[in-house]
């Protein structure tokens, strides 16, 4: 398919408007009336769907970023070249919607900068937030050369193009470090968090799961638009994203049965309580079904086994971050006297950013050069 | 596309640079975790309490004034707040409209005052000003701090930004949160630190007509506290009424107590100190919380982070140089 032939106003785009629309009315009116009146947030649950789905989740979602980022211009593995610009876009997209969300979620959204003012270097949130302000920027200038080839603007683009490694690097180290700290941010409950999820490995839990994440999300990206753009998919790159999906899963898979077992121990992971369910379940979508049939030969190299397993890790590890941001603490929580079910409100926001980013990419593709598609 | 080392050493040193400098910080960053050798405090004897909730009422009153920790411009006291009309706020836990609230624990028939079997005990929640505060150490703004010489755990209203870290982090749970409003704060005790600084002492003290709470410096409390644990049940005792070192004693026969000062060691220690005749647990406080300080948990990991980014600059510069040729045969 050539971009040209790129249809925009397709249902699905009226549908993906309808819900940014609802969404954005959902927003304004949490902005005005505040969180009380828009979401189910209270004294017990202080963090709900927004920090849960769209920051910890959308975090991990945007992991292809930096993974494939790091393996072309700092690996100079230049076989996963084709995919470094939508891995990278899709990144953006990712931290726009944490980005946005964390500004709805806290209290007072216009005082966002106070923490880039107002350092406090003891806190993993302050680490948080000047992560996130440094790493969109870093996608948005790793982004760039997209818009710099648009306009014509040959010098910025060769600039940025030069530099490349350099932002990239810059972006690796970012993203180590935002990717860990998200799970950091839990080591300070270990009296409300179940033992199920913490532990002092936390921070190396979430890096590495947003690596397998990361692998299983570009090679599901690169599959759909390939069905979606009508083109050939590359079949050497998601070759080889399995590989990788399958070795850094079996590192994910052993860190956390080393984390039960020398942790909680087998016996909370099978009690059948909600927390403990939620986890197995976690488990076996995420980690332990992607490593068995990533493990097959027939599956790996097939495409639709690889799609399956990818959106199995895509699943499996947004449940993780679910998992950690509100079922590890509901036992503590229900002791407390509270339930949390996000409002629909809650819900309406996190689906319009989601409705955001798919309408994003689209209109990316079609007017700028991310998949390299004939004009 | 080509980059020589020298423009991409260029790069990578000017994007860290900001990184650096944050992360950078020495490690005397990390808090205290000594109680400042001037530190007030709140002595709560549940054997002491009647359940009066004079506490309750004088808090609002006297923290709805400038300064004080329920005060919002153009608010009445929180419990007068529907004016005109029939309002009794009867608070059964700690919101943001109450700070401080008296609790009753029953088992069986609870005919007992202040026993474990078939017993009931009051126990008074509010912030425990801890020596090393979790939610001060989370707080990505420095809204939470510790007073360096009150030790009072403060709050500033106009920095928070409302990312609710703190109600997480809190072992104990104090920190609510204004979700009613638009321009929402958090509210918690600060132990009258307004009233301190004109030569008063925290309200729910002063009003206390039991002695059940007594203010006082720590090391003091701590003192009086250890006294009353080696006291006979039955004998007789004075204790002091609203200061440690009040003049006013309520003479009265001493109850059996459980051989435990809660707040000495629980989350490193802290300044408001617990007394009573059942177990703590009993009262609402959570087993698991243990005697060491939890910033050392985060801080762990952000001690960390200027090798992981010396390393990552490191390592991946390196892997860059080496990598760099290996596409050249294959290139245009």
Redesign the interface.
């Known amino acids: 398919m050539k971009q040209k032939d790129i249809k925009l106003f397709t249902p699905t785009t009226v549908v993906l408007l309808l819900i940014m629309a609802a969404g954005g009315l959902a927003a304004l009116y949490r902005?005005?009336?505040?969180?009380?009146?828009s979401?189910q947030?209270?004294?017990?649950w202080?963090?709900g769907l927004w920090i849960s789905f769209d920051v910890l989740g959308g975090v991990a979602l945007a992991a292809g970023g930096f993974v494939i980022g790091?393996t072309v211009?700092?690996?100079?593995?230049?076989k996963y070249e084709p995919i470094v610009r939508p891995a990278i876009l899709n990144a953006f997209f990712g931290y726009a919607l944490a980005a946005t969300s964390?500004t709805l979620?806290?209290?007072?959204p216009w005082?966002?900068w106070?923490?880039l003012v107002?350092?406090?270097?003891?806190?993993?949130?302050?680490?948080?937030?000047?992560h996130v302000v440094?790493y969109t920027t870093?996608l948005a200038t790793e982004s760039s050369p997209l818009i710099f080839e648009k306009l014509n603007m040959r010098k910025a683009f060769n600039f940025v193009?030069?530099?490349?490694?350099?932002?990239a690097?810059?972006g690796?180290?970012?993203s180590?470090?935002h990717q860990?700290?998200l799970g950091?941010?839990?080591?300070?409950?270990?009296?409300?968090v179940s033992p199920l999820w913490y532990s002092?490995r936390l921070?190396y839990l979430f890096l590495v799961s947003a690596v397998v994440l990361a692998l299983s999300m570009v090679s599901f990206e690169t599959i759909l638009s390939s069905r979606v753009f009508k083109h050939k998919p590359p079949m050497d790159i998601l070759l080889g994203l399995a590989r990788g999906s399958l070795i850094v899963s079996g590192l994910y898979l052993v860190l956390k049965l080393w984390d039960l077992i020398t942790g909680p121990g087998i016996g909370l992971a099978v009690n059948g309580s909600l927390t403990s369910n939620m986890y197995l379940l976690e488990m076996i979508i995420g980690i332990i079904l992607p490593f068995i049939l990533l493990s097959m030969n027939k599956v790996r190299t097939q495409l639709n086994g690889i799609f399956s397993v990818n959106i199995l890790v895509i699943i499996g590890t947004v449940l993780n971050r679910m998992n950690v941001g509100i079922i590890s603490m509901a036992e503590?929580n229900g002791k407390?006297g509270h339930d949390y079910f996000p409002s629909w409100m809650e819900f309406l926001v996190t689906m319009a950013m989601i409705a955001f980013a798919i309408l994003g990419f689209k209109i990316s593709v079609k007017y700028l050069n991310v998949l390299k598609l004939e004009h | 596309?080509?980059?020589n080392r020298r423009?991409?050493?260029?790069?990578?040193a000017v994007?860290?640079g900001?990184?650096l400098a944050?992360a950078m910080?020495p490690a005397s960053?990390?808090?205290s975790k000594e109680l400042p050798p001037e530190a007030v405090g709140i002595l709560y004897d549940a054997t002491l309490c009647i359940g009066c909730k004079s506490c309750m009422v004088n808090c609002k009153t006297y923290n709805s004034v400038p300064g004080g920790a329920l005060h919002l411009q153009g608010r009445a006291i929180a419990y007068e707040e529907k004016p005109g009309e029939a309002f009794w706020d009867s608070a059964t836990d700690?919101?943001?409209k109450t700070v401080n609230v008296i609790k009753v624990n029953k088992s069986g028939t609870a005919v007992n005052k202040d026993s474990p079997e078939n017993g009931y005990s009051f126990i008074k929640q509010h912030c425990l000003h801890c020596i090393t505060p979790?939610c001060?150490?989370?707080?990505?703004?420095?809204?939470l701090t510790k007073n360096p010489v009150s030790g009072v755990v403060q709050y500033d209203g106009k920095?928070?930004?409302?990312?609710?870290?703190c109600?997480?982090?809190c072992?104990f749970?104090i920190p609510?949160?204004?979700?009613?409003?638009?321009?929402?704060?958090v509210r918690k005790c600060q132990l009258c630190q307004h009233r301190y600084e004109e030569g008063k002492y925290s309200a729910c003290c002063e009003f206390c007509p039991t002695g059940a709470s007594i203010f006082g410096k720590v090391v003091d409390l701590r003192k009086e506290a250890a006294k009353r644990l080696t006291l006979k049940p039955g004998d007789e005792y004075d204790f002091p009424v609203q200061t440690v070192g009040s003049k006013e004693k309520s003479r009265r026969p001493v109850s059996k107590y459980i051989n435990h000062v809660y707040g000495l060691k629980e989350a490193g220690g802290t300044q408001y100190l617990l007394l009573a005749g059942v177990p703590f647990e009993w009262l609402g406080f959570?087993k698991?919380?243990?005697d060491t300080f939890?910033?050392d948990?985060?801080?762990?990991?952000?001690a960390k982070?200027p090798a992981?980014?010396a390393g990552?600059?490191l390592v991946?510069?390196a892997?860059?140089a080496i990598?760099?040729n290996?596409?050249k045969g294959?290139?245009e």
């Open positions: 902005v005005f009336f505040g969180l009380g009146a979401t947030l209270n004294d017990t202080p963090w790091g211009y700092i690996l100079n593995w230049k964390i979620d806290i209290g007072v005082r966002i106070h923490p107002m350092w406090q270097v003891n806190s993993i949130m302050f680490i948080v937030a000047i440094l870093t193009e030069k530099i490349m490694p350099g932002i690097l810059f690796v180290l970012l180590l470090l860990s700290s950091a941010v839990f080591l300070i409950a270990p009296e409300k002092s921070p503590y407390m | 596309m080509s980059m423009d991409f050493l260029k790069t990578a994007g860290s900001t990184l944050s910080t960053a990390s808090m700690l919101s943001s979790a001060a150490s989370v707080c990505p703004v420095g809204a920095k928070c930004f409302g990312c609710r870290y109600m997480i982090a072992p749970n609510r949160y204004e979700y009613e409003r638009a321009i929402p704060q959570n698991n919380i243990k939890l910033p948990l985060t801080w762990a990991y952000i982070i992981v980014i990552v600059l991946g510069t892997t860059w990598t760099k290996r596409n294959k290139e």
